[in-house]
T-cell receptor, first 116, second 114 residues
Framework: AQKITQTQPGMFVQEKEAVTLDCTYD???????LFWYKQPSSGEMIFLIY??????QNATEGRYSLNFQKARKSANLVISASQLGDSAMYFC?????????????FGSGTRLQVQP | GAGVSQSPRYKVAKRGQDVALRCDPI?????LFWYQQALGQGPEFLTY????????KSGLPSDRFFAERPEGSVSTLKIQRTQQEDSAVYLC????????????FGPGTRLTVT
């Protein structure tokens, strides 16, 4: 079973509008972290936002917010006021547990295109 | 400050050649990760170092893949007898501590095996 599922291969949004990128995850570990990364065409993975499984509030970082619904095992990324520079691949990722393996498991990504 | 750097940025190898990919993590970062990203997919974990110790190599696809970090800073990923299926972008990431959650990624090395 996929641990991270991103069902939207591609998304279009008009400049200045908000967009939601979907992510669902699968884990039996009670402690985990969820991440969103942006990968522009240059290839570098840029960290956007983090949500811990025990965090009571949804994470926010500037124009980025994470809609964390633990019971549904979803961690959707919301980008408000889209900008042309937001056009990129977006990856949802998870790290399970507080100890041991620290690697991230990534989804297959969503390509976001912001249109003027 | 300087981020994670990787070299070379691009590498073309003929099938059967050995290659070595270098990663310079952010100075002082304890943890170092290697990931492999095939075209159109998300990165997949290869191996993890804490200082010089390789604590997890469960993602290495075969014994042709070998990674080291002898002094706890620079790391090298070596692929022996390259195959076409090894063609991918190899990403290196580092994080400050053993339990720090944020990983900082380098620009990657794009390996093409012909």
């Amino acid at each position: 079973a996929q641990k991270i599922t991103q069902t939207q291969p591609g998304m279009f949004v008009q400049e200045k509008e908000a967009v939601t990128l979907d992510c669902t995850y699968d884990t039996s570990d009670p402690s985990y972290g969820l991440f969103w990364y942006k990968q522009p065409s240059s290839g570098e993975m840029i960290f956007l936002i983090y949500q811990g499984s025990y965090d009571q509030q949804n994470a926010t970082e500037g124009r980025y917010s994470l809609n964390f619904q633990k019971a549904r095992k979803s961690a959707n990324l919301v980008i408000s006021a889209s900008q042309l520079g937001d056009s990129a691949m977006y990856f949802c990722a998870m790290r399970e547990g507080d100890t041991g393996r620290r690697a991230l498991t990534f989804g297959s990504g969503t390509r976001l295109q912001v249109q003027p | 400050g300087a981020g994670v750097s990787q070299s070379p940025r691009y590498k073309v190898a003929k099938r059967g050649q050995d290659v070595a990919l270098r990663c310079d993590p952010i100075s002082g970062h304890v943890s170092l990760f290697w990931y492999q990203q095939a075209l159109g997919q998300g990165p997949e974990f290869l191996t993890y170092f804490q200082n010089e110790a390789q604590l997890d190599k469960s993602g290495l696809p075969s014994d042709r893949f070998f990674a080291e970090r002898p002094e706890g800073s620079v790391s090298t990923l070596k692929i022996q007898r390259t195959q076409q299926e090894d063609s991918a972008v190899y990403l290196c990431a580092s994080s400050l501590g053993a339990i720090s959650y944020e990983q900082y990624f380098g620009p990657g090395t794009r390996l093409t095996v012909t």
